[in-house]
């Protein structure tokens, strides 16, 4: 679904993190998590893009602050089509080769 709900420990199914008394991260540390790989992508040199198609009414802006932390690029094209959506990936793909 896309959504940061599950750590990052428990999907390496680190013991610590999928024992019955494991604790449950809360919503803050898991987003804080993608947060924290978006840099570590950044620093490795990847050049994300982040393409937002959710609707600003439900929106919960956390897409921009992936990309911010990446030192990506972010579109928001909500209702986008397929096109949209092509022509973007190709503006950032060419933008990253002229860099």
Same mark, same amino acid.
């Given at each position: 679904?896309?959504?940061?709900?599950?750590?990052? &420990?428990?999907?390496?199914?680190?013991?610590?993190?999928?024992?019955?008394?494991?604790? #449950?991260?809360?919503?803050? =540390?898991? @987003?804080?998590?993608?947060?924290?790989?978006?840099? @570590?992508?950044?620093?490795?040199?990847? %050049?994300?893009?982040?393409? =937002?198609?959710?609707? #600003? !009414?439900?929106?919960?802006? !956390?897409?921009?602050?992936? &990309?911010?932390?990446?030192?990506? @690029?972010?579109?928001?094209?909500?209702?986008?089509?397929?096109? %949209?959506?092509?022509?973007? &990936?190709?503006?950032?793909?060419?933008? &990253? @080769?002229?860099?």
């Amino acid at each position: 679904d896309g959504r940061a709900n599950i750590s990052l &420990a428990r999907s390496n199914e680190d013991p610590e993190a999928i024992g019955p008394e494991a604790p #449950k991260p809360n919503a803050e =540390d898991l @987003k804080e998590e993608v947060r924290d790989m978006a840099r @570590k992508l950044g620093a490795a040199g990847i %050049q994300l893009l982040v393409i =937002d198609t959710e609707n #600003k !009414f439900v929106s919960t802006g !956390f897409a921009e602050e992936i &990309a911010t932390a990446a030192g990506g @690029k972010y579109y928001y094209l909500p209702n986008a089509t397929d096109g %949209q959506i092509a022509a973007a &990936a190709s503006s950032a793909m060419a933008d &990253a @080769k002229a860099m």
